[in-house]
Structures are given as structure tokens and as C-alpha cells.
């Protein structure tokens, strides 16, 4: 394991006291945490509480208050009411900077890592060797590597700039960064999700060994299969409340799902039809590639159909889905909507109505939403053009259009004529959905759409893309989630380097064929 | 294992991640070249000096408008400084020595103080910097013409001689020291300083820069007022120059457009975050090379401008065009 | 949600009430100093100078609503007054308004394809097309001033007053202004230039075709910076070196000033013309007063920063 441990914290409390919530006081404690944005509560009257030693996973929807806790805990915000207390003793924060000072360190999920800097400056960014003010380049680098070596990603360059690496390197790096700043309490926000396969392994690992040293541990995370592997104690909030503290292995996965959406949940995925003929195709791909990232990709979607695109972060995805969009220059291959071959130049060319494609894209905030506009607008974007007479836009025509959509996804909003920014993760992403469905398009692309989405609009969102393929869409859908992948996709073709490794129907689609393909695995027939 | 072949490989990246200054110095080293070559005097010191001087007071704003955009933002006041500071030196610079070393500090220390202005609004009044130092640029020449109404005014003689000739036996112009004195005193420690550093992180991510603890105010402002102080450097340059100070917008406006230009070939970003303020100094001698290459080639000076235009045009467009390198359309966008 | 919602309209309307309040504020201050100030000839006087920027001003605030800075302003103007005089000249009067209007809708169109399609920022591009019609325009001239003048409709237009006594440049600007606002408010171009200021991939990605909406913005704003300079030469009887100048800080700040956000995305045009009225308001004030040039460019500065601290302040950057 490492040899370069670092001695260990004065008040380090060994293994012995990690499982019993015992009489000793909390290392970090939050009393009575109140958090109110303008007329949003995001957290009311929280108490929460991690002891040292340990590995606390915080679960919850979106809009649970999760990301405002840890927010408030690593000094990002102040909390409106309430207290917080390290040892026994009341902090206040007026920035990271505080936080940070008292050993609390935050890896956010919006990476906190300046892409033009090398590796080295970020990794030291907030207290550099050095003195007068000045930088001790040389120490510096020296830290760097140090730290690199701790996190497995020894062959790193410091001096290489933050922008020229892979994002699940990007992401290691966030971590040293962070263990520069020798925590006493480290907090997690969602810290895997950008990672490889190898590398998730490398952070528990790195997790666990910082576990034995003493450091108290945030766990924020969607993906229960991580929690079960590393978390010793579960919190479950909901609507900005504290719902309940247990140790793991307490609750079965349905209890924890009911906690956090408070409901009894019992179909997860609507039924899937059964075929009699192979759909006609709708969009039809051939021999694509692209530079280096696509590479001879050939699938097709008929209609009515739900074909999955899986395997692991960055083989070509995005890639692929941007290319059919339009959105890529220089792609190879040929596309073939209907039948028809097509060339597709931009995303103007591939929603017109002859084409009738849509992409939801991967980052609502900054590519599917104009977030500051309202609802109203955002909803229109796409379609504006289907609305105008003479020169003019029908507004009657259009707002009506609009309402019936709201309705008909069920977006909660105050008044249309609201920001979007105002809504939540799920609500915004109905937005962005509602927004392809004024087009009527009949080839909709969807690139990881319940990402960071609490679990019942995810639902909907199933009972939507099954409702529009019955109704005879044709929908290519991106995910991370394999679960997603066997409950809602008719077919699934697993991506594997820029290529599609297999494609997977009916009862092949099972969780060890779509991981062993994502590893770029040749399982063994009937194995 | 460390990273391969340890010092080869990091000469390797620090040579890539210089790109755009390098280029600039071997665009300017071969047009100088043939500057010279083509002029009729050739390789003399009146030649050399002359360009060196001119060069070396765009070579100072454009220094000074370095380090606002490397936090993202821009300084369009920074020809009027150098402006207001001329009119100030060819008010107070003269006279006994002391008074000369008091005017001269007085000089800077008003330039150092313009630049704080424009920070100070930027960073405490959270205002945007094109249309905080456009206005501020019309404060300064306020300023200037109520220093100098008409042109006129004194510098010492002999420091004035001194700066604008040459050093170490006739062989180095003393602009050339002069410039090279600003750049080891004033711009590589900031750049090593965690100050200078922080402007970088501001440019590149501000989001991400306050939250690895960077002081992005105090980034901000002491760019700003740097850059007011090597306007000043500037402007006290100019007056050694010219003998005189001149209350002029024309002047200050160019300055301020072939700034932007020389940071622009000199590879830095506009954007912020990546460049320095070496590439802004070849992007400087550059631009000037130009116009004395229109000179010797014997162009019809009412075509001058035109052409000066259309090359300023062509070199930032080179420099900034990205279209051509970018294969996901989505990246234009930022 | 209500809080928000109106803070958002607050956040529009603010900067046009102050714009509007400090207007009424400097009437009364002008009143102080002459009598004659408030009366209705010198008011229509004021409107009839403030057109001129007024038009600018126009096209400007379309290329800033886009996010993007339009920096050619002072030499279009100056062809659009030298074009059409010249123009006049070449091939008859009735060319010179057309001619010169389409100098600047030229000039506009490579300012939109360097922004749009290059990608150069539209900073630097504009400055390079400033000094590339700077060098045509001394080319043309050959240095010295020009020495064609303006025809008796462009003096018409830019001087008489015809319809109720106002003057008929206002008219010209009323008109404009009607056709911004309806474009604006009620056309799909509008829409994408608000969408576009605010984001542009996210735009892109929803299948606009930015590229032509920013084209188009510029194209106007050139259109109307040369409408302003054939104006201006009506006005003085002839076009003259650097002409446009002095209209480059004034047509931004009234911009600014009238409550659109310099990175784009928000504003009206009621705010610009607020501002447009106010800067004019402003510079004749202090002419009125004799103030000296240097008093006028340190005030000028000073108002524009006062006013933008008291609304025009960004957000405090958190995670």
C-alpha cells in the first residue's frame, strides 16, 4: 500500500471505535442547519453528525439538500440558521478558505481544477511552498509528484497542463489536490463518477487506507453498489430533512429507495412490447468514424424501438451522438435516416422536419438550457420556427403548445414565465425534453438524460421514452447506468474504444454481458 | 515510475506550452532581418536605436495590457495612461536631480495609481472591465489635457539623451536595458509569485480559482495596477522620446488597439488564463517592424494606413482564428 | 419563485427608472443654469443631437445583446458620411444615402463573418476593420479633407423639422426604434439574439443557425453607424476626418447605461434609448456650461462609472 503515509492526527481514533455510535462526542457536528435561497428551503433544521475513522455515505434525491450540506460544510455557503462544530468546538466559515484551514476539504463534482495551469500549480494552488510570497517551483514540483505517486497516477507529468488530460486523470488529480490540503475531514460530492473502471478502484483503495488513518470520510453518491463497498454508516436525507442514520447492511437496498423517496416503489420500467417483425429502420448508421475517437460504427434503430448505447465513460459515446446530430466535422461513414442517406452539417439540418431528429444533450446547464430565460422561452427554442406567421410568432399558438406540454410532463414551475434556473435537476431536464417534443421529432438521441435526477422523475422519464416509442419514435439512449440498460432498451450495443464491441438483444442483455463487454471482455458462451 | 526521461520531457512541454511566444520572436527575428537588410543605412546604431525606442514604448503597453487579460478581462485605458503619465512627466521631470528622481517616482506612482482605479472598480465594484476602463480611459485624458492643454512642456536633457541612446559603448540601445530591467524586476517575480499565479487561475476558471482558495480580488487589483505602472514606465519613456508632452487621443486610442494586437500575436489568450507577457513584448516589435518595413519598401504613404489596417486585421485573425483547428463545433463555443 | 420572478423584472426595469430618473434630474439641473433650458425648442434641439447617437446606439446594442462588442463604430460612421458625399459626387444625389447606407452594411458583413465564422473575438476583429477603414477612407481622401458635400435631401432629413415642428432625424430614429423593438419582441431573430447572448452552444445545440443571427447583427449595426455618419453629414453639409470619434464611448455607455448587460443576454431597448437621451443630455449640459473639454471627458467618465456602480454591479463569485 503507501509508503508515504503521513503521521497521523493528534486526536486519531483507531479502528475500534469506527462501528459503534458510542459515547464519544462527534469529530463534526451540524445542529440545527437551516438553509433558505430566496424562497427555496434547501435544508430545515438538519442535524447531522460523522465521526473520524469512518466512511459516512450521504444519500438522497436531487433537491434532498445533499449538495447544500456539503456546500455549507466545506465554508462554500453560510447556513441561514443553525450551528456547526468541529471537536466540540463552534466554526464559522467565511469562505473555503476557512473550511480548509480547519482540515476540511471538499472534492466537488464540478471539478475545482484550473484547466490552463499545470498540474503541479493546481495541486498546490491554495498554499504553495514558498516564501515573501514568492513560489518554490522546485518544491513544488517535488509535492507534485509526491502526491501523484499517492494516488496511483505516478506517471503523470506535473508540468503538463490540467486540459491536455483525460477527464478520470482531471479527476485524480482533484484528489491529490485535495489530500494536499491534509484533511481531517474529507468530503466526496459525486467524486467518481468521472472516473475508469481501474481508477474507482485506486480511490476506494485510497479511501480505505485514508479510513485507517483516522480521516473522517463524506460519501455523496448515486450508484448503490459503491456505497455497499465502502460506506460503514448511511444517512438518507429528504426535502432538505434529515430522514435517518444506520450502519450498512441494516436496510435492504427497497427500504433505502423508500426512504429516500418516502414512497412505496414498485415497477421500476415499463413493460417492453414484444416484436413479431424487426421494426423498419428508422435511422440506420453505417461504417462511421471519426478522427480517432469513432471508429467504424455501424447500428441501426427502427421504429418504436429503445436501443441502448452502453459501456464505460468515453469510449465514443458523446462522440457518436454528437457526430449524428450534426454537430462534428470531418465524420466518415454513412447515416441513413429512413432509408435515405443523409449528410447532417449542424443540428439546424438534423431537427428539420424531413429529418425529425432531436439530441438531449449530456450537460443541461450549459448545452441543453439558457438558464437565466424562462421557462416558456426554453421550451420554445427549438420549434419557434413552426410558430410564426408572416414574420411574427404566434404567441397564443405557442404558449398554448407550451402549457399542454408542461402538463402533459408534469414540470413543476411556479409560472411559466419563471427562469429555469429557479427549478430543480429534474424539472430542468423535463424542460429540456419538452423542448425537443414541440419539434414532434421522430429520431430522439438521449445522452445520459437521468444523470444526477432524483429517482421518481426518473421514472417518468422512462414511462415517457416507452410511451414515445410505442407511439413510433425511434430512440437512441446513452447511459451509465446498466441497470437502465437492461430495464428500458429493447437492444443495447456496448461501446468499447471508439467502436461498438456487441450489440445485445432480448434475453442477452443481462448485467455480466454489458459489464463484460464494457471491459472489453469476450465471455465465454452460456458462461 | 516517474514521469519518463525526467528533464527531456519537461522541455519538451515547456517549449509546446511557449508556442505562440516562440513564434512571435522568430516572425519578428526574420523581419527584422529583413528590415535591415533593405534599409540604406543598415545595421548602424541611429538605425537600431531608433527602432528600439519606438519599438520599446509598445513593447511597455503592451506589457501592461498583458496582465488584465490574463485574468479574463481587458484594460482599454491604458493608452490614456500612457498619455496622462507623459503630460505628467513633461510637467515635473526636470530640474535639479532630486527633483528629476522625485518627478519620475511621482510618474510611476500616478500610473501605479490609474491602474488601482480601474482594479479597484472592477473588483469592489464588480463592474465588467471593457466598459469600466473605457470610461476611466476618458477620465485620464481628462486628466491630460488639464495637465497639458496644449503640447508642450520639459524633460531633463542629459537623462532624457541618456535613455534614448546607448549603453556599453555604443553597441546596446538603452531602451533595449530599459526594457530588459522591467522584465527581471517587474514581470518574471510577478509571474513566480503567488499573486501573479492567482491571475492565471482567475483567467482560467474564476469559479475554481475561489474555490482552491485563491485571492482573486487581490489578483485582480494587483494586475491592474501593474498595468498602470508599466503604462507610467511607458509614458515616462515616451517623454525622453519626444521632449515633450502631448495631450493626444489619437495616440492614446492606437496605443491602446496595437496593445491588444501585440498581446494577441504574442499568444496570449483573450480569454484568459495562458500567455505572459514575453510573447506580448515580440508581438510589440512585431507590429512596429511592420510599419518600418512599409517605410523601407518605399510604400506610398497614403496606402500606409490601409495596409497597416489590413495587417493588424490579418495577424489578429491568425492569432485568434480558431475555426480552422476545431474539429467538434461545440468547442467555439465557450 | 415569486421573489425571484420579480426580482427579475426588477432587474430590468431598475436601470431604466434610474436612466429615466437621473434624465429629469439633469433637466432641472440645466434649468438652473439657463431658463431658456426647458423650453420646448431646446428640448427638440437636445432629441434632434441625441438621434444621431440615438442610431448608433441602435445597432450596437443589437451586437452587445449577442455577447459580442462592435469597436468599428468610429470610422463606419465616418464612411457612411464620406461615402455618400462622395457618392453624390460620382453618380448623381440620389445615390449618396443608398451608397453610404451600403458602405456600412459591407463593412458590417465582414465584421459578421470574422466574429461568426472565423471566430476571431469580436473585440479585436472590429478594431482591425476600424483601422482598415481608416486606411480606406485616407485613401480615398488622399489625406486631405474632403471636399464633397452632402445633398439637399441629406440635409433635409438630418436638419428640417417637418411634422409637428420635430425634427425629422428623430423621426428617422423613432422609426428605427420601432423596428428593433418589434424585432426584437415579437420575430424569431430576436429571440435567438437573447438566447445567443445568454448561450450560444446551448442555442447551437437547439438547432439555430447562430452563425446568421450574428451575421445579421452585425450587418445592422454597420447599417446603422453608416446611416448615423450620412446624418451627420447632412448636418454639417459635408462629411470630415474622423467624424465618427467622438460617438464610440457615448453609443456603448448609453448601451450600457440604458440596462443592457455588456456580456449580453439581457437589456431593452426602452434603456437604450433612456441612455442615448441621458449621454446626450449630459454632453450638452456641459457645453452649455462652457466646461472645457477636459472637465467634459473627466465628468463623462465619472457619471458612467457612478451610474453603472448604483445598477449595473455583477454577482459575487461562489462555487
Not at chain 2, 495631450?247 to 501585440?262: E, K
Request: net charge positive.
Amino acid at each position: 500500500m503507501n509508503d508515504l503515509q503521513r503521521p497521523l492526527p493528534a486526536q486519531a481514533t483507531g479502528p475500534a471505535t469506527r462501528q459503534a455510535p458510542g459515547p464519544a462526542p462527534a469529530f463534526w457536528q451540524m445542529r440545527g442547519i437551516t438553509k433558505r435561497y430566496g424562497g427555496v428551503l434547501a435544508l430545515d433544521g438538519v442535524d447531522f453528525a460523522c465521526r473520524q475513522g469512518s466512511i459516512h455515505a450521504v444519500l438522497g434525491e436531487n433537491g434532498a439538500g445533499k449538495s447544500t450540506l456539503i456546500k455549507i460544510a466545506a465554508g462554500v455557503v453560510a447556513p441561514t440558521a443553525g450551528t456547526l462544530s468541529l471537536e466540540g468546538r463552534t466554526v464559522r466559515f467565511g469562505g473555503p478558505q476557512d473550511a480548509q484551514a480547519e482540515g476540511i476539504v471538499c472534492i466537488f463534482q464540478e471539478l475545482s481544477l484550473l484547466p490552463d495551469l499545470s498540474v503541479a500549480d493546481n495541486i498546490c494552488m491554495t498554499a504553495p511552498p514558498g516564501r515573501f510570497g514568492f513560489i518554490d517551483a522546485r518544491a513544488q514540483r517535488r509535492r507534485a509528484e509526491e502526491l501523484l505517486a499517492r494516488v496511483g497516477c505516478a506517471e503523470v507529468n506535473p508540468l503538463e497542463r490540467v486540459k491536455n488530460l483525460p477527464l478520470s486523470r482531471r479527476q485524480m488529480v482533484e484528489i491529490a489536490k485535495a489530500l494536499d490540503r491534509r484533511p481531517r475531514l474529507l468530503i466526496l460530492d459525486e467524486a467518481t463518477s468521472a472516473l475508469t473502471a481501474a481508477d474507482v478502484e485506486k480511490v476506494y483503495g485510497i479511501l480505505r487506507a485514508l479510513r485507517q488513518e483516522g480521516l473522517a470520510i463524506l460519501y455523496i453518491s448515486h450508484r448503490m453498489h459503491e456505497i455497499e463497498q465502502l460506506a460503514d454508516t448511511c444517512s438518507v436525507f429528504r426535502n432538505g430533512r434529515h430522514i435517518e442514520t444506520f450502519a450498512k447492511g441494516s436496510k435492504s437496498d427497497n427500504e433505502i429507495v423508500r426512504l429516500m423517496i418516502g414512497r412505496e416503489y414498485t415497477q421500476v420500467y415499463p413493460p417492453k412490447p414484444t416484436r413479431a417483425a424487426p421494426p423498419t429502420p428508422a435511422l440506420a448508421v453505417k461504417r462511421l468514424s471519426w478522427g480517432s475517437r469513432l471508429k467504424d460504427v455501424s447500428l441501426t434503430v427502427g421504429k418504436g424501438e429503445i436501443v441502448g448505447l452502453g459501456g464505460l465513460d468515453g469510449q465514443g459515446q458523446r462522440e457518436l451522438l454528437l457526430a449524428l446530430f450534426g454537430v462534428l466535422r470531418g465524420v466518415g461513414g454513412t447515416v441513413e435516416i429512413e432509408g435515405r442517406p443523409v449528410k447532417l452539417r449542424s443540428p439546424g439540418t438534423a431537427k428539420a422536419p424531413r429529418h425529425g431528429m432531436a439530441l438531449i444533450p449530456e450537460d443541461r446547464k450549459s448545452e441543453g438550457l439558457l438558464l437565466p430565460m424562462s421557462v416558456r422561452d426554453n421550451i420554445s427554442m427549438a420549434s419557434i420556427g413552426r410558430f410564426t406567421r408572416g414574420l411574427f410568432i404566434d404567441r397564443r399558438r405557442q404558449d398554448a403548445r407550451i402549457d399542454e406540454m408542461i402538463r402533459r410532463l408534469a414540470i413543476k414551475i411556479g409560472d411559466p414565465g419563471d427562469p429555469v434556473a429557479t427549478l430543480s435537476g429534474g424539472n430542468q431536464q423535463k424542460v429540456v425534453i419538452a423542448k425537443w417534443l414541440m419539434t414532434e421529432a421522430r429520431i430522439i438521441l438521449l445522452n445520459d438524460p437521468t444523470r444526477g435526477i432524483d429517482v421518481g422523475t426518473k421514472q417518468e422519464i422512462y414511462q415517457l421514452l416507452r410511451g414515445l416509442a410505442d407511439a413510433g419514435a425511434a430512440i437512441l439512449f446513452y447511459t451509465t447506468d446498466y441497470d437502465e440498460l437492461i430495464g428500458c432498451c429493447d437492444r443495447v450495443s456496448i461501446m468499447y474504444a471508439g467502436g461498438i464491441k456487441r450489440a445485445l438483444t432480448g434475453p442477452d442483455i443481462t448485467e455480466e454481458n454489458i459489464v463484460a463487454s464494457a471491459l472489453n471482455i469476450d465471455l465465454k458462451a452460456g458462461a | 515510475m516517474s514521469a519518463p526521461s525526467g528533464t527531456l520531457a519537461d522541455w519538451r512541454l515547456r517549449l509546446g506550452q511557449s508556442q505562440g511566444a516562440l513564434i512571435a520572436v522568430a516572425v519578428f527575428l526574420a523581419m527584422f532581418s529583413l528590415y535591415i537588410a533593405n534599409h540604406p543605412a543598415g545595421l548602424t546604431v541611429p538605425v537600431v536605436t531608433t527602432a528600439a525606442n519606438k519599438a520599446v514604448l509598445l513593447a511597455l503597453v503592451a506589457m501592461a495590457q498583458t496582465l488584465p487579460v490574463l485574468t479574463g478581462g481587458l484594460d482599454l485605458s491604458v493608452g490614456m495612461v500612457f498619455v496622462m503619465t507623459n503630460c505628467l512627466a513633461s510637467t515635473i521631470v526636470s530640474g535639479e536631480p532630486w527633483q528629476v528622481a522625485l518627478g519620475i517616482v511621482a510618474v510611476l506612482l500616478a500610473g501605479a495609481a490609474a491602474g488601482f482605479v480601474n482594479g479597484a472598480i472592477v473588483v469592489y465594484g464588480r463592474l465588467q472591465p471593457i466598459i469600466t476602463t473605457l470610461a476611466t480611459g476618458a477620465i485620464y485624458y481628462g486628466i491630460a489635457l488639464l495637465l497639458r492643454p496644449v503640447p508642450g512642456g520639459d524633460v531633463d536633457p542629459d537623462l532624457a539623451d541618456f535613455m534614448t541612446y546607448t549603453v556599453f559603448g555604443e553597441t546596446v540601445p538603452t531602451a533595449l536595458v530599459l526594457l530588459l530591467a522591467v522584465v527581471i524586476l517587474i514581470w518574471l517575480p510577478f509571474r513566480n509569485s503567488v499573486v501573479g499565479r492567482g491571475c492565471y487561475a482567475v483567467g482560467s476558471s474564476e469559479g475554481a480559482a475561489y474555490m482552491s482558495g485563491v485571492a482573486i480580488g487581490r489578483s485582480r487589483l494587483a494586475a491592474y495596477t501593474l498595468a498602470g505602472l508599466l503604462a507610467g514606465v511607458a509614458g515616462l519613456m515616451l517623454t525622453f522620446v519626444t521632449f515633450s508632452g502631448e495631450a493626444s487621443a489619437p495616440i492614446g486610442g492606437t496605443y491602446t488597439l496595437n496593445s491588444i494586437a501585440a498581446v494577441v500575436i504574442g499568444g496570449t489568450s483573450l480569454y484568459g488564463g495562458a500567455g505572459g507577457a514575453i510573447g506580448s513584448i515580440f508581438g510589440a516589435f512585431i507590429l512596429r517592424t511592420i510599419d518600418d518595413l512599409l517605410f523601407v519598401f518605399d510604400l506610398p504613404p497614403l496606402w500606409q494606413p490601409l495596409f497597416q489596417g489590413v495587417v493588424l486585421l490579418g495577424a489578429v485573425s491568425l492569432g485568434a482564428a480558431r475555426v480552422f483547428r476545431v474539429k467538434n463545433r461545440l468547442e467555439l463555443f465557450n | 419563485m415569486q421573489g425571484l420572478m420579480q426580482a427579475g423584472l426588477k432587474s430590468i426595469d431598475r436601470p431604466v427608472a434610474v436612466a429615466f430618473g437621473f434624465i429629469v434630474v439633469l433637466l432641472l439641473a440645466g434649468s438652473l443654469y439657463s431658463s431658456s433650458f426647458l423650453s420646448a425648442n431646446y428640448l427638440l434641439q437636445q432629441l434632434q443631437v441625441a438621434a444621431f447617437l440615438g442610431l448608433i446606439s441602435s445597432g450596437v446594442m443589437l451586437v452587445i445583446l449577442l455577447g459580442h462588442i462592435d469597436l468599428s463604430i468610429p470610422w463606419l460612421v465616418t464612411v457612411g458620411g464620406m461615402m455618400s458625399t462622395a457618392a453624390a459626387g460620382w453618380w448623381g444625389p440620389e445615390w449618396a444615402i443608398p451608397f453610404g447606407v451600403f458602405c456600412g452594411v459591407v463593412f458590417g458583413l465582414v465584421n459578421g463573418l470574422g466574429v461568426a465564422i472565423l471566430r476571431v473575438p469580436s473585440m479585436i476583429f472590429t478594431l482591425g476593420i476600424n483601422a482598415v477603414a481608416q486606411g480606406v477612407m485616407v485613401l480615398h481622401t488622399g489625406g486631405f479633407a474632403p471636399q464633397d458635400s452632402a445633398t439637399p435631401l441629406m440635409r433635409w432629413l438630418a436638419v428640417e423639422r417637418t411634422l409637428l415642428g420635430i425634427p425629422n432625424a428623430v423621426f428617422i430614429w423613432a422609426l428605427l426604434g420601432v423596428a428593433i423593438v418589434v424585432m426584437l419582441k415579437k420575430t424569431p431573430l430576436g429571440r435567438y439574439i437573447y438566447a445567443i447572448g445568454n448561450k450560444e452552444g446551448a442555442t447551437y445545440l437547439s438547432g439555430v443557425n447562430t452563425r446568421l443571427v450574428i451575421v445579421t447583427c452585425f450587418v445592422l449595426s454597420g447599417m446603422c453607424s453608416a446611416l448615423a455618419g450620412v446624418l451627420l453629414a447632412g448636418y454639417s453639409s459635408k462629411g470630415y476626418q474622423a467624424m465618427g470619434d467622438p460617438y464610440l464611448l457615448p453609443a456603448i455607455a448609453a448601451v450600457v447605461l440604458g440596462g443592457t448587460h455588456i456580456l449580453g443576454g439581457r437589456g431593452s431597448y426602452l434603456g437604450t434609448v433612456a441612455g442615448v437621451i441621458l449621454i446626450s443630455l449630459l454632453a450638452s449640459i456641459l457645453s452649455v456650461m462652457q466646461m472645457p473639454e477636459a472637465g467634459r471627458q473627466i465628468i463623462y467618465g465619472c457619471v458612467i462609472v457612478g451610474m453603472l456602480l448604483v445598477y449595473g454591479r455583477g454577482q459575487r463569485v461562489v462555487g
